[in-house]
């Protein structure tokens, strides 16, 4: 049997088939092309007039742009400076607080001290001598009133014998 021929019409089916999706291929690229196309002349009209825009905006605008970025950055340089002058001043100040309070403290005690020991002072050398001159007061007092009242006694003639034992 000769198999060429069914080779040949196999082969040119296939041929044909292949031209076929050739054809097919060539049609959607042209397709998506023409797409793509119209894709950037659309980004064309809209965007590169933006983009312009932008670009001539920042050209234009770039030294005062400059000018503000230079001017925030030496205000934080001051403005930092500033803070830690601060910051130094106010620990100076707690410092010298403390020590200060620290010798009102001192100061506190030392007076207290001080009026604690003259109060002892003043106990011993007045309170107590007082104390025991009046004690001796107190005691002639009671002697001169019993002379008195034994006098007294005799002139109106009966002594009541309980009156001298309660005393």
């Known amino acids: 049997m000769d198999y060429l021929p069914i080779f040949i019409a196999v082969t040119a089916a296939a041929v044909v088939i292949q031209a076929g999706i050739l054809v ?5 690229v042209r397709q998506t092309s023409a797409r793509m196309e119209a894709l950037a002349a659309e980004v064309t009209t809209k965007v590169l007039p933006t983009a312009e825009i932008v670009h001539s905006m920042l050209v234009e605008y770039r030294p005062l742009l400059q000018n503000i970025v230079t001017n925030v950055s030496d205000s934080s340089t001051k403005v930092r400076a ?4 601060l910051d130094a001043t106010v620990a100076d100040a707690i410092d010298r607080t403390r020590l200060q309070v620290i010798r009102a403290d001192e100061l506190l005690h030392r007076t207290l001290d001080r009026v604690e020991n003259t109060t002892n ?16 007061v107190q ?8 002379f008195i009242g034994a006098k007294r006694r005799r002139r109106n003639g009966a002594g009541v014998a309980q009156d001298e034992m309660f005393i």
């Open 139 to 146: 005691g002639i007092t009671s002697g001169v009133e019993f």
């Open 82 to 85: 500033q803070i830690e002058r």
């Open 24 to 28: 097919a291929l060539y049609l959607a």
């Open 121 to 136: 002072l003043v106990h011993k050398t007045v309170v107590s001598p007082v104390r025991q001159l009046a004690g001796l």
